[in-house]
Every structure is written in C-alpha cells, then in structure tokens.
C-alpha cells in the first residue's frame, strides 16, 4: 500500500511537470525556419531571413543588429541626421547605442520572398488550427488534471466542469466576443496581400468559418466522450495521458502537412515558376539561390518533456491496473 501511494505522488509530479511544460510550450517557438543567399550578407542579416512558428502564430525571428555592423552603423548615421540630436562618444559613453537597435521583420521579408515564385501569404496557413490552439490545449490540461485526480465522482466532476469550463471560454471568446470573425476577416486581407480576387477569397473565408464551426463542435464531441468513456470504462484513463503526450507528433504532422500546401499550391502571380516541390521539413535544403534551413527550437524540447513524463506516467499508471485487476482475479 506503501508502494502505490509513492507511485501515485510519482506519478502526480510527472503529470504536473508535463502540464507545466505544455502550458510553456503554448507560448514558445516551436520550430525555426531561416533562409540564406548572396543578397542577405550575414553583416546585415546575422540569422538570415528567419521566423518562428508557434502553436497560434508565427512571430519574427530575427535578431536586431548592433551598432558595430554595416546595418547597424546606417542606422547610425541616420540617427545622427541633421533632424536629429546628436549622440556625443565622450560626453554620451556610458549611453547603449544598441539600446533600440530593431531587427528586420523576416516574415514580411519571407512572405516577399515566397510571392516570387506564387506561394501564399504565411499568415493563410493552418486557419483553422491557429486560432483555436490554446481551447485544445485547454482540453489537454483538463485530461491531465483529471488523470491525477482519484477514479470515481470526483473525476468526472473535474473533468466535466473542466470541459464544460473550456467549451463556453470557446464559445464566447469565438462567437459572443466576434473573435472568429474578426479572424476570417484578417485571414481573407492575408490573402488578398498578392492576390486580389474577392470572389474566390470570400469562399476561402467562408470556408474558415465552416471548418473553425466543424472543428470546435468535433472538440465538444470529445469531451463528451472521454468523459463517457472515463465512466464507463476504467483503462479508459490511459487515454487522459496518451493523447496529450502525443503533442510532437501532432506539431510535425501538421508541420509537415502545411509544407506540402505551400509548395504545391503556388499561384500565377509568381514571377517565375517553380514546379511543386515540397520544402525542407527537417534540416537543411536548396530552394533556386536560396539555402533554407529547418529545425525544431527550444519550445520543442518542452514538447519532449511532456512525452516523457506522460509516457513514464502512464506505464506506471498501466502497471497499477493491471496488478488491481490480477489481484481480483485471485
């Protein structure tokens, strides 16, 4: 009896740590992408042309350039203008000339870059997905909370008023407070950037809304049927821990699946053509004079920490069910 209580005070801390480094997760870069050719010299360009994905956006990932490089340095002198004040090395030196130093943005570089050869606008990709990321990280926290929480009543109460707490944060947030609209209408402008055909972008947008509608009422359906499931079954609750483990996973398959779209849907408006490719998921690759690198970032790594755990969570969590159901079958 001993044994189990310190493999339940185990497992409890192995789930709580996977909650704490997804809940991380959700606000980190979860992969990097940067490209390199002759025009972008590493002076001006020290990362190349370089973005971060996250869960619900992709952010820029270029470093702002210091005083002592050649970008640096004409920023300096336009700060040093005649319509500005100007910086003194002797009676300034303890002053940071780096201080405001600002960094190219590379996803408007990258989304020029890609327009050349008919690629759609960054912002067009993952629609659906991107904008209700953190409700189904919200369904991955309740499982969690509910898999440390002892069987019987009190784990169907944490996960049905968990869920029922997620779906109406869901619904409000999309529906009540316009939010999913507001985000149709600033995806159809992404993709109107260099293709400007109203008719086909609005059924574009259309089509955001229907599969968001599909995909939060197919979320609510899950809940419904883990909580069905974790009542009626009780292996059940392996699941609470299986599915978010797989968080990896996920990341990489829709990482990957993206990819693909993007380089097999290019449009006419590319000034040179390109035949379908599909660009470099892992590693490192040679798109025309472009050399383009892709790894996973540092918000991976937390992914990996919630694997882990879950993973070690739930063998133990196996292994006790399976000693409770040989012990009754003595």
Not at 69 to 89: H, I, K, L, V
Not at 148 to 163: A, D, M, N, Q, Y
Not at 265 to 270: E, Q, R, S, V, Y
Request: aromatic share 14%; charged share 15%.
């Amino acid at each position: 009896m001993q044994d189990q209580t310190k493999q339940n005070r185990l497992i409890t801390v192995l789930t709580l740590v996977a909650l704490v480094a997804m809940i991380s997760a959700f606000f980190a870069p979860i992969w990097w992408v940067s490209l390199t050719a002759p025009n972008y010299p590493k002076d001006a360009f020290p990362d190349g042309i370089r973005i971060h994905f996250h869960f619900d956006v992709v952010k820029n990932g270029c470093s702002a350039v210091g005083a002592s490089t050649r970008m640096g340095s004409e920023t300096m002198q336009a700060d040093m203008g005649p319509e500005s004040e100007r910086y003194n090395p002797i009676l300034d030196a303890k002053k940071d000339v780096n201080k405001d130093a600002a960094g190219l943005d590379c996803v408007h570089e990258m989304n020029t870059i890609n327009h050349y050869v008919g690629m759609f606008p960054i912002a067009t990709g993952a629609p659906v997905e991107k904008p209700l990321a953190k409700f189904f990280f919200g369904f991955f926290a309740v499982m969690l909370l509910g898999f440390i929480t002892p069987e019987g009543k009190r784990r169907l109460l944490v996960l049905s008023s968990g869920f029922s707490a997620v779906a109406v944060w869901m619904l409000v947030h999309q529906f009540a407070l316009g939010h999913l609209a507001e985000h149709v209408k600033n995806y159809t402008a992404e993709a109107a950037t260099f293709f400007n055909e109203p008719a086909r972008i609005k059924v574009w947008g259309d089509n955001v809304t229907l599969y968001s509608q599909i995909a939060m009422g197919g979320l609510i359906a899950a809940m419904v049927a883990v909580v069905i499931g974790v009542a009626k079954f009780r292996r059940f609750v392996l699941l609470l821990v299986l599915i978010p483990s797989l968080l990896p996973l996920y990341f990489v398959i829709e990482y990957a699946g993206w990819l693909w779209f993007f380089g097999h849907n290019m449009h006419a408006w590319g000034a040179f053509t390109v035949k379908p490719f599909m660009p470099t998921l892992f590693g490192e690759g040679k798109v025309a004079q472009f050399s383009t690198y892709s790894y996973p970032y540092w918000g991976y790594g937390l992914l990996m920490v919630v694997f882990v755990c879950l993973t070690l969570a739930m063998l133990m969590r196996r292994r006790q069910l399976r000693e409770a159901d040989q012990g009754l079958g003595a």
